[in-house]
């Protein structure tokens, strides 16, 4: 057959190992780790998804190799006791019934012991180690760690490897970035050591170089070896790419595969893990940079999803295997997809750190457009119904869209009624915003797989109880949205306020075409130094946006919409205040968004104005009430992002129109897409 991606479907040697293709799931902590530090069954099922998924390799993390030095995270798995290995064994057993090679991340967070604890009393009580002693960012005291420590943690490193190798993992990943301990030894911001540990690179790599020797020694010639590190740090004063080069060459020689993800979690989240507003690829030079340095595979990570430009950047030669993390979250089967020629069928990943924000608050793993992610056993697979009914859904939002699939993949006879011309919902909204563009496409793709899984989908097609009626459904999904609130404030004649969708779906601003992210080529792998988002007046869509608002613009509402249609116009170049009620913006941001949010909004200039009440719009622009007074906010433009409105009016509307009726997303309760998404999922599989 003619592969769509000939070089990611190409196997690659490593070691003694095969990869079946160029794709591999990056670590991902897992969900539930018991109270010993073995993973429980729904670990196991995490892991596995994304083998069977196709994934060439799937890397477990993380393995904490020295309890004693690394209280670490309030989740760990730890293989510290042989007795332990059952647990361990069952999930390597998971990854290779599936073809894949199972990999285990062995770690030490060194002075980062504990970051993510909940438990702040345990936090506190922890000893936090490193090359040098300091204050944590959180105010935390770190030791140094003495010689005779770093003896045993090398050793503990190798029992580690020999351990998982017993267990059967057939390669390991040692983690020397993101800010853990070998990275804080490799880094000059963190090591200050004046002993063999510290100083010139010779020194600060010696730690590494003890630890891959000692892994090496214990799991023997051919076992993969798999280095992690950080391309550059990225913040002033930490090492970068020219001396991640001279990193990689030193340690080259004990390892087979060098894995450049990027950043450190002292600064610089959002590097790491490239946020939203980050371009796809935007780590991936680092990689380039390094491969044309040393003769290993090289690995390249972070905001990756596009089978295209994955396969360019194998293809050039900027590096040998792409990495996934948060988009086999997103779509576990990319690689299963890329392999048939059914790219367009990727699910992709929106980068709203859903998955990273919901283990701190509730202990759980969560994908916002994949609901089976740490829900892995709970019978949410898509299975073939016992009886084959006649659904209708009603609306072509996300809710419809995946309600409607997952029904029609379950062996239903489904039609999808939605009222407008189009298909998408509230996502048709978010086309020209550039960094929600994911998003935008979500919708697209949900159509298309509806399509292909033989959904009946009739636009243009409002259903109201006379038509369902008529239609006798067995079961009917009623998802018909909300629609924005209007302003309950006066409004001085003459004083144009917008609703978000105003903007948006505007007549100009939807016959504007939308920028696609180019896919890198390697000629231009130099200039993604930028590490930029992608100018969003480069954008026809967004920039059509600034043509219908005035040069200075208030958004009332500062929540999520509110932030990001701000963020939008003051990137377009515009002066644009926010004036939010609340105490604070975006409270209804997951916390890792959030922040990361915030600072894109202050870098833009947005003038904040919290705690104020709107309480007129005049021609002069908007009063607001705060404790320190009344002012006015002056804009040309107004726009109201106050929130959503449930249709729940049409809904109740149908609620007696089936045997099974079930109201599913912002019909039910405004929400969020991981609502939307998970309701409507599960309601396709209670028909
Ligand atoms: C939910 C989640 C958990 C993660 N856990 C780990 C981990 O335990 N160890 C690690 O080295 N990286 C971890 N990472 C970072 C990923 O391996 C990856 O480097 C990062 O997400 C960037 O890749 P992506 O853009 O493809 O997601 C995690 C990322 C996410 C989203």
């Keep these: 057959m003619r592969r769509d991606y000939p070089n990611l479907c190409k196997p690659l040697q490593v070691g003694r190992v095969t990869l079946r293709n160029r794709m591999c799931s990056a670590p991902l902590g897992a969900t539930d780790i018991l109270a010993d530090g073995t993973p429980g069954p729904r670990t196991l099922g995490f892991y596995e998804m994304r083998a069977k998924g196709g994934a060439a390799a799937v890397t477990v993390s993380e393995l904490v190799v020295h309890p004693d030095t690394d209280g670490s995270q309030m989740l760990k798995l730890s293989l510290s006791t042989p007795g332990q290995l059952g647990a361990f064994t069952y999930v390597a057993d998971a990854i290779k019934r599936h073809g894949a090679i199972a990999s285990i991340e062995l770690s030490h967070s060194g002075q980062y012991a504990g970051t993510y604890m909940v438990d702040k009393k345990k936090k506190g009580a922890l000893c936090q180690y490193g090359p040098s002693d300091g204050v944590r960012p959180d105010g935390l005291p770190v030791k140094a760690l003495e010689q005779g420590q770093i003896a045993d943690i090398v050793a503990a490193y190798a029992n580690a490897a020999g351990l998982a190798k017993r267990a059967g993992f057939e390669m390991v990943m040692v983690h020397a970035g993101h800010g853990w301990l070998i990275n804080q030894f490799l880094s000059p911001y963190f090591n200050k050591r004046t002993d063999e540990y510290g100083g010139p690179l010779e020194n600060r790599v010696r730690f590494a170089r003890e630890v891959l020797q000692a892994v090496r020694d214990e799991v023997g010639p051919g076992f993969p070896i798999e280095l992690r590190m950080s391309g550059s740090e990225l913040f002033d004063g930490g090492y970068d790419l020219e001396e991640g080069c001279r990193i990689a060459e030193a340690l080259e020689d004990l390892v087979d595969i060098i894995h450049v993800s990027a950043g450190s979690y002292q600064f610089g989240f959002s590097m790491t893990h490239p946020s939203m507003f980050r371009d796809h690829g935007c780590n991936v030079h680092l990689a380039a940079e390094i491969k044309k340095h040393v003769k290993v595979p090289v690995a390249t990570v972070g905001g990756l999803s596009d089978p295209a430009q994955m396969e360019e950047i194998v293809s050039s030669g900027m590096a040998d295997i792409v990495v996934m993390g948060r988009a086999l979250l997103a779509d576990p089967e990319i690689p299963n997809k890329v392999m048939a020629n059914r790219g367009d069928e990727i699910v992709k990943c929106l980068r709203c750190f859903v998955c990273m ?47 409607a699939w997952v029904a029609a993949k379950r062996g239903h006879e489904v039609t999808l009624c939605e009222a407008q011309g189009e298909l ?62 209007k302003l309950p404030i006066p409004v001085q ?14 007549p100009s601003v939807a016959a504007a075409p939308i920028g696609e992210e180019a896919a890198p080529s390697a000629k231009e792998a130099d200039s993604w130094l930028s590490y930029g988002t992608t100018e969003v ?74 705690n104020a009440r709107a309480l007129e719009v005049t021609a002069d622009g908007v009063v607001v009430e705060t404790p320190e007074g009344q002012r ?40 969020n897409i991981t609502l939307a998404v998970y309701e409507a999922w599960h309601a396709a599989m209670d028909i």
């Design 632 to 671: 006015t906010l002056p804009a040309q433009t107004v726009i109201c992002a106050i929130g959503q409105r449930s249709r729940r009016a049409a809904a109740d509307a149908l609620l007696d129109a089936a045997p099974f009726v079930r109201v599913v997303g912002d019909a039910r309760r405004p929400a």
């Design 493 to 506: 004649e003459d004083v144009r306020v917008l609703t978000v969708d105003d903007l948006y779906l505007a």
């Design 537 to 610: 007046s480069e954008d026809p869509a967004a920039a059509a946006v600034a043509d219908l608002v005035g040069d200075e613009v208030v958004v009332i509402g500062g929540g999520l919409t509110g932030c990001e249609c701000a963020l939008l116009l003051a990137r377009l170049g515009k002066t644009v205040h926010i004036a939010e009620m609340r105490d604070g913006l975006a409270i209804d941001a997951n916390i890792r968004n959030r922040p990361i949010l915030l600072a894109e909004l202050a870098d833009a200039g947005v003038d904040e104005v919290v």
């Design 357 to 403: 924000a919901e283990r701190p608050v509730t202990q759980t793993r969560r994908c916002a457009v994949n609901p089976r992610i740490g829900r892995e056993f709970e019978g949410m697979a898509i299975a073939p119904a016992a009886e084959k009914k006649r659904v209708l859904v009603v609306g072509g939002g996300v809710a419809g869209l995946v309600g």
């Design 424 to 485: 998408g919902g509230i996502l048709r909204s978010e086309r020209p915003l550039p960094f929600k563009r994911d998003m935008f496409r979500l919708g697209q793709t949900y159509a298309l797989l509806c399509e292909r899984a033989g959904v009946d989908i009739r636009l243009n097609t409002p259903v109201d109880a006379a038509f369902a009626e008529k239609f006798a459904p067995d079961a009917l999904i009623a998802a018909v949205g909300s629609e924005p609130m």
